[in-house]
């Protein structure tokens, strides 16, 4: 009996060491986690598209950690290379324009914020798709978590596409994704009851939500009444007082059936 319960003890630390590992190997979508001899492989049994989710590094609010987006956009990319099944994500992109840095403007008047000209961001994402097009990915996505460079993937895409016009190879920029997140997501906080203010347009209920269904430990509820008093003083424009996961999961389930679709949509279309 003691030897059966050391070895069964024994086997559990294995899995349980193993684990990740395991699931890397069946089929793991973030590309970080992969070696290239596991990448090699995918790209050969079909996953020839690859999202390239891009956050930011900037202040939201007392509530809710700097590093917001970049943890929204990797979780909300691994669930939609999940249910399209043949798409990988590549690492997320974490520095992006956030304002002037001398004389500060935007969110560089708070502390922690990052930000890099627009024509480096540009390079940075056109030098990622031209390195997924030369290791053989055909659809190459572009997924914004911010709207402050929304308009730069539009031209970063337009460019890219420009290159590649001889090729099988596209950059989809999927507007979608952010898109969904101030159309559909915010339909749903209203229909249950939040106003425009509580819904806010940055660090609201409804950003505050969307990451609170994502990862809670990034969010400070004991803050939510300062954001809410503080406004823009604090970096807050909306009240979060509301938030909580189940509406964020709102947004969550929009975001990702949308941007699917629209993923579909975009590899299906003439080139």
């Known amino acids: ?40 492989v995918a790209l050969k049994a079909g996953k020839t598209t690859v999202l390239i989710p891009i956050g930011g590094t900037e202040q939201n609010g007392p509530h809710m950690a700097i590093g917001k987006h970049n943890v929204r956009a990797k979780a909300l990319a691994g669930k939609i290379a999940a249910s399209l099944g043949n798409a990988l994500v590549a690492p997320v992109l974490t520095y992006t324009p956030e304002g002037n840095i001398d004389p500060p403007t935007e969110h560089m ?24 097009k030369k290791h053989g990915f055909t659809d190459i996505v572009l997924l914004g978590d911010s709207g402050n460079y929304q308009k730069a993937l539009v031209a970063v895409a337009a460019q890219f596409n420009r290159e590649a016009a001889k090729t099988t190879v596209r950059l989809h920029y999927v507007a979608d994704y952010y898109r969904s997140t101030q159309s559909v997501y915010i339909d749903a906080l209203k229909a249950k009851g939040l106003s425009s203010h509580e819904v806010g347009t940055h660090a609201g209920s409804a950003d505050t939500s969307l990451l609170m269904a994502i990862d809670p430990s990034m969010v400070r509820p004991d803050r939510f009444a300062d954001a809410a008093r503080g406004g823009w003083a604090t970096g807050t424009l909306g009240d979060p007082r509301a938030s909580n996961a189940a509406n964020g999961q709102l947004g969550v389930d929009a975001v990702v059936k949308i941007t699917v679709d629209a993923i579909k949509k975009a590899r299906t279309a003439p080139r």
Request: hydrophobic share 50%; aromatic share 10%; glycine share 10%.
């Open 1 to 40: 009996m003691l030897k059966s319960r050391c070895l069964a003890a024994t086997l559990f630390c294995w899995v349980a060491l193993l684990g990740p590992a395991m699931v890397r190997a069946q089929g793991g979508v973030f590309i970080e986690e992969l070696t290239t001899q596991e990448v090699s």
């Open 109 to 132: 008047g708070f502390a922690g914020t990052i930000s890099i000209s627009e024509d480096t961001f540009k390079n940075i994402l056109l030098g990622t798709a031209r390195s997924f």
